[in-house]
């Protein structure tokens, strides 16, 4: 009895400052980290603003990946590409062994959102170009820096691990991630660390919430004739999209109030006075679980089939992008979390604060806070019952395959419409730099945690086998033969490349890309001669 007494305390004594000495070297690697990041704003601020000036859509991002692989290149970083046969999408890795921390971020743009930036009204910089319109301009910028910033740790005190960096090619189309996951891309990756633009550092677990989906083109094949000639002897393809969409509006009112659906029709035929032989029509279809998703895509195959009986033509479609509903890991989630309440959010500047106010009132928004001065709570997951739909992000399909988290960060404007010019104003401006250099600090500490806690990585892996995976298991929507859609937006990028080539930031000649516009930071209307009086 006495001698096992004894042993319990000699065990006790002997493992306590063990733990308390890896604790204070882990807090020591942190701080390095944070300032290692603080000492890299500006190549941060560079990155920032020169993805931003590409402005590239999915599947385009030519520049943009040229960019980013080279900078990672630079330092130390080996790149592969061509993933999946998607010629923007690339890997760079570095280190060796285990774990393998991923950090991803999407790098594409929106349509028609060319907008300078902080100037607080609608002013593009080429009318009618795509632009930075959701923020995608900024991730990947805070993962290279949290990843050098750890690299240097790594090296000196010689931390075995993987550090792995890769880009959310065309997640405006949600096109790219499932085939990653289906092509073994993260095959050996222990936790997947992805970012996403906000307006608060925030992080949450379980489902927060939004949809997953199917996005599905269908083609319809008739035949042309003499539109006023012979217009018997034609069979309209046009005709059959235009059904499929009215059926489509109509059945809307019978479905689940958590789904949302839309289209965009994609070719309505050649000229009038020949009846459309071939005629395309895309929809997204979103609902907030697997089986409600495909549910809905059934119903669209049937109304297309229903479109075609009714035109005597054919129909084929095709799925262009798939996102799974999101389920992030709560072990990692916390982890992470504790990393954000050291970092805090910004300091902003009365320039950013009145750039912000500004857009909000241009907006009409009821009230006008300004950005973000409080962190966000921990994100807890949501009743299903309770969730009302919304966006989807293809980091779902990730989140599903292994432990997974989003961490957003303050680069952004809040109560902004969102896919619009309004959310590329703050997003080559210093609210953009000092949100990166926050959120790459929090990737940071949080890539060291993974490193020098195993038992971190461990219990991510127990709640995902057997907390996340009890609920549902992953099935894929993509077959092993679906091609990823990298046709999507090539004409819209062979209009405007060439004049937005005249407007790429040039980091050698100025000090940031307001000053390369001449852009007066922040702009803002003047006020009205009513606010006057
Ligand atoms: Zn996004």
């Known amino acids: 009895m006495k001698r096992v007494l004894i042993a319990v305390v000699a065990l006790s004594f002997g493992m306590a400052p063990v733990a308390a000495q890896d604790n204070a070297r882990l807090e020591a690697q942190k701080k390095e980290a944070v300032r290692a990041v603080d000492e890299m704003a500006k190549l941060a601020q560079e990155m920032v603003d020169s993805v931003f000036s590409f402005g590239e859509l999915g599947m385009q991002e030519v520049g943009t990946s040229r960019y980013l692989t080279a900078q990672l290149e630079k ?132 489902n927060q919430g939004g949809t997953g989906l199917v996005s599905v083109e269908y083609t319809f094949e008739g035949e042309t004739a003499h539109s006023a000639g012979a217009p018997w002897r034609g069979r309209s393809a046009l005709d059959a999209v235009e059904l499929m969409n009215i059926g489509w509006n109509y059945r809307r009112e019978h479905l689940r109030l958590s789904h949302r659906s839309h289209s965009v029709i994609t070719n309505g ?3 009038p006075n020949v ?34 009986l009714m035109t005597n033509t054919k129909v084929t479609s095709r799925i262009l992008g798939t996102a799974y509903p999101r389920h992030f890991n709560k072990v990692v989630a916390e982890t992470m979390y504790k990393n954000i309440q050291t970092v805090g959010l910004p300091q902003w500047s009365e320039a950013d604060q009145t750039l912000a106010k500004a857009l909000q009132k241009e907006l009409g928004n ?142 050698t000649k100025f000090p940031t890309y307001l000053d390369q516009l001449g852009i007066k930071y922040p702009t803002v209307k003047a006020p009205t001669s009513s606010q006057q009086q």
């Open 75 to 206: 330092f130390g970083f080996k790149v592969t590409r061509g993933q999946s046969g998607i010629p923007t999408a690339w890997v760079a890795t570095w280190g060796s062994g285990k774990p393998v921390i991923a950090l991803g971020s999407d790098i594409d743009g929106i349509p028609q959102s060319s907008q300078k930036p902080g100037v607080a009204y609608f002013d593009p910089i080429v009318e009618g170009a795509p632009g930075h319109g959701e923020g995608h301009n900024t991730g990947m910028p805070l993962n290279i820096v949290a990843a050098i910033a750890v690299k240097r740790i790594m090296e000196r005190d010689k931390l075995p691990g993987t550090i792995m960096l890769w880009p959310g090619v065309a997640e405006e189309l949600v096109a790219s991630k499932a085939w990653f996951v289906r092509d073994g891309l993260f095959k050996d990756v222990d936790v997947n660390l992805f970012t996403h633009v906000g307006n608060n550092l925030d992080v949450g677990w379980g």
């Open 366 to 507: 009821a009230t006008q806070p300004g950005l973000a001065v409080k962190v966000s709570e921990l994100g807890e997951p949501m009743d299903p019952e309770r969730n009302i739909g919304g966006g989807s992000d293809d980091i779902g399909d990730i989140s599903w395959n292994m432990p997974t988290v989003t961490l957003r960060f303050p680069s952004n404007i809040p109560g902004l419409p969102g896919h619009n010019w309004s959310s590329g104003i703050a997003s080559a401006t210093p609210i953009a730099h000092k949100g990166v250099v926050a959120g790459a600090k929090v990737q940071a500490m949080t890539i060291l945690d993974l490193l020098t806690k195993p038992e971190l990585v461990k219990g991510a892996w127990d709640y995902f086998n057997n907390v996340q995976r009890k609920e549902h298991t992953y099935v894929p929507f993509i077959s092993k033969d679906t091609p990823a859609p990298t046709h999507l937006n090539k004409e819209i990028l062979e209009k405007y490349r060439d004049q937005m080539r005249k407007f790429y930031y040039d980091p």
């Open 269 to 271: 035929g050649d000229q």
């Open 275 to 308: 009846v459309p032989r071939n005629a395309s029509i895309w929809f997204y279809f979103r609902e907030i679980d697997q089986p409600h998703i495909k549910e809905l895509w059934e119903i669209g195959n049937k109304m297309a089939d229903g479109a075609a």
